[in-house]
């Protein structure tokens, strides 16, 4: 199970077939696997070997792309890492994965300067920069990549259990924890994906989001498996998404909530556009139900969701099911298998509320040096996900909440999510998150941040008495709204509600 042979194989039995299109570039899989080769083989002469780690600090562009096929081909084991990582989380997450090279964006040769005096295991000469001529003390990636063959490296022998990537969670702090994936992990990857949304040789793929972030692997592995055409934007911008969706006749994208939200939002937005698309799909986040109907309704027969952890367990609601289980997160792929589990291990009912667990062949084999946190997170063979849900009689998920983001008021549970699917019925509401915040009566009580829709106006008082009116429990009602211009999110567009709770509580005190 070598991801490696994918582009090869694809560079000599389709080679004018248009294989990536990022910016100015757009290559047919000829071209694209000789670019592809010409990094591989210069990672080589740097001095790297199967089993070394080279980390990327990359924005959405081609040269990370290329990063990724050529760590396939060689057996190097990539560690794509978040632009928006300050100086000493970028310095622990190299260090902790044991990175021997870096490839950067040009912007970060400051950042690479002040902290390398800290990262023993980066030789002088292996820091990279992308975007032309590097400044002194730095290589320049064009110019290493020109100076290497275009032939296909040497075989590197790839098995199994061999490593393909090291994933940090989003957001590394002191305590980072790197989920390992084997090319075996990513070949199911592969194989699942292309399977659960329907992918063909002549299918369309656009990627708009980051693509460092494990999420972008449920589209990004299947097109190299069916050597399809994948569309990659540098950023997000709804606009330009629905344009290129009508003039390269897309037929599938991934996207989190907020991505949908303002595609759906967008003045340009129109039903016609989409005649093409086979597949929305959304991931991070469940999708609340406001949003689904009115995605079910525009442009039917096309939603897909899957709910999933990096570690490797995950859920998809087909396309067929949106509707009839629309509040659903589907159940697991082929070969996975799922419970719902109560404190003491045994297993829920249909309809009782417990922890998500799962077990199946594309489980991490583990974090990467953290065996404790391993040991943890799976338990004779079932992965631990830390989130809540229940099935019905049909063995559909439904998402109820994360475990850590459970509101516990005068001794009641109370998930978030619940006062979410009120909220964001009201008129003037474009996106909500609710969390709790210390109560000295209660232990904690519900606050819920809010985003308006543009040109909408709204008191955060109004909104309280609003929504309060509307739940279904007197312990659900909110305490406070806080109205904000946009959330925080972190690179893979997640709502980020630590932040959120955190400036609340700040701004009571």
Not at 5 to 24: C, E, K, S, W
Not at 77 to 97: C, K, M
Not at 287 to 297: A, G, I, M, W
Not at 441 to 457: I, Q, R
Request: glycine share 8%.
């Amino acid at each position: 199970m070598d991801i490696g042979t994918l582009l090869p194989r694809h560079a000599r039995y389709r080679p004018d077939h248009t294989a990536f299109i990022v910016g100015n570039h757009r290559l047919s899989y000829r071209d694209f696997n000789a670019v592809v080769n010409r990094l591989a083989n210069a990672l080589l002469d740097a001095g790297l070997k199967k089993g070394d780690k080279f980390a990327t600090v990359l924005p959405n562009c081609l040269e990370l792309m290329t990063a990724y096929w050529a760590a396939a081909k060689t057996g190097l084991v990539i560690v794509p890492s978040s632009t928006l990582l300050q100086e000493s989380g970028l310095a622990t997450l190299l260090n902790d994965s044991d990175t021997a090279l870096v490839i950067a964006d040009a912007s970060f040769a400051p950042t690479l300067d002040r902290i390398r005096g800290d990262l023993p295991g980066i030789a002088a000469d292996r820091y990279v920069l992308t975007g032309g001529a590097a400044p002194d003390g730095f290589r320049s990636y064009d110019a290493m990549v020109d100076a290497a063959s275009g032939d296909e490296p040497p075989d590197a022998r790839l098995v199994d259990d061999d490593m393909y990537n090291i994933m940090y969670s989003s957001g590394t702090t002191g305590a980072p924890k790197g989920i390992v994936h084997t090319h075996y992990v990513r070949s199911l990857y592969c194989l699942v994906f292309a399977q659960s949304w329907r992918m063909t040789p002549e299918s369309v793929v656009m990627h708009a989001g980051s693509i460092v972030f494990n999420g972008c692997m449920v589209d990004l592995m299947p097109w190299m498996f069916v050597g399809c055409t994948y569309i990659l934007h540098e950023a997000f911008d709804a606009g330009r998404v629905i344009a290129d969706i009508e003039r390269e006749q897309v037929t599938h994208m991934v996207m989190v909530p907020a991505q949908i939200i303002a595609i759906l939002d967008h003045p340009d937005f129109a039903p016609e556009k989409f005649r093409s698309m086979e597949m929305i799909q959304n991931i991070g986040a469940p999708l609340l139900l406001e949003h689904k109907s009115k995605l079910n309704e525009l442009l039917p027969g096309r939603f897909y969701e899957l709910y999933g952890l990096t570690e490797g367990f995950m859920t998809v609601l087909d396309k067929n099911d949106a509707v009839r289980k629309e509040g659903s997160v589907g159940v697991p792929p082929p070969f996975l298998e799922m419970r719902i589990l109560r404190e003491d291990g045994s297993e829920c009912d249909p309809g009782e509320v417990g922890e998500i667990c799962g077990r199946g062949p594309m489980l991490m084999p583990g974090y990467y040096k953290r065996p404790d946190l391993t040991e943890k997170a799976i338990v004779d063979g079932w992965l631990h996900s830390g989130d809540l849900g229940q099935v019905d009689e049909d063995g559909f998920l439904f998402l109820v909440d994360r475990k850590k983001d459970m509101i516990i008021t005068g001794g009641v549970n109370v998930y978030p999510k619940d006062i979410e699917e009120v909220v964001i019925k009201h008129p003037a509401v474009r996106e909500v998150a609710v969390f709790g915040v210390p109560d000295p009566k209660w232990g904690e009580t519900p606050v819920a941040a809010v985003v308006l829709k543009d040109g909408e106006s709204a008191a955060a008082a109004d909104l309280v008495a609003w929504a309060n009116e509307r739940v279904g429990a007197k312990f659900q009602r909110l305490h406070d709204v806080m109205v904000m211009a946009d959330f925080p999110r972190n690179v893979a567009g997640k709502t980020l509600k630590r932040e959120m709770r955190d400036s609340y509580i700040e701004g009571q005190s």
